[in-house]
């Protein structure tokens, strides 16, 4: 299968690790085979090289020149409207119900394991009662 994410210029990545961890940025320009020079003015992180080790490739990216100025990246990230498509991702879906996870109290797990045995009872019984139907008609 062939590689459909590069680090390239306009590539949209997720900041994994360092001063600016869990946001956004644009690749701007490649330093070396180890950094990169992002920017993400939509997101707060300051124009600032970074290594591509701490980075994540997104599968977002955005056209603008060879170390495009501050205003030239954020005017690109609005008109693609990276922030609502970023959003929108099951990976950054993902990451908000791990960081509301780790936020919870035992009284908040408690209330979830009693709704989640609530839903499974409500399933299980409209499950059953179609299984009861369908061998009533003969075809289970």
């Given at each position: 299968m062939?590689?459909?994410?590069f680090?390239?210029?306009?590539?949209?990545v997720?900041?994994?690790?360092g001063?600016?961890k869990?946001n956004i940025?644009?690749i701007?320009?490649?330093?070396?085979?180890?950094r990169v020079?992002i920017?993400g003015p939509t997101?707060?992180?300051?124009?600032?090289?970074?290594?591509?080790?701490?980075?994540?490739l997104t599968p977002l990216k955005?056209n603008f020149p060879?170390?495009?100025?501050?205003k030239?990246?954020?005017?690109?990230?609005?008109g693609?409207?990276v922030?609502e498509?970023w959003?929108?991702?099951?990976?950054?879906?993902?990451l908000?119900n791990?960081?509301?996870?780790?936020?919870m109290?035992?009284?908040?797990?408690f209330?979830?394991?009693?709704?989640?045995?609530q839903?499974?009872r409500i399933v299980?019984?409209?499950?059953?009662?179609k299984?009861?139907?369908?061998r009533?008609?003969?075809?289970l």
């Amino acid at each position: 299968m062939p590689f459909k994410k590069f680090v390239e210029i306009g590539r949209v990545v997720y900041l994994a690790d360092g001063p600016a961890k869990g946001n956004i940025a644009a690749i701007v320009n490649v330093i070396d085979q180890n950094r990169v020079l992002i920017d993400g003015p939509t997101s707060g992180v300051l124009r600032q090289a970074y290594p591509i080790k701490q980075v994540h490739l997104t599968p977002l990216k955005v056209n603008f020149p060879f170390d495009a100025p501050t205003k030239v990246v954020r005017k690109e990230l609005n008109g693609a409207k990276v922030d609502e498509k970023w959003a929108a991702s099951s990976w950054a879906k993902r990451l908000e119900n791990k960081a509301k996870r780790a936020t919870m109290t035992d009284f908040d797990r408690f209330k979830l394991r009693k709704a989640k045995s609530q839903r499974n009872r409500i399933v299980t019984v409209a499950i059953n009662k179609k299984k009861k139907e369908l061998r009533k008609a003969g075809k289970l």
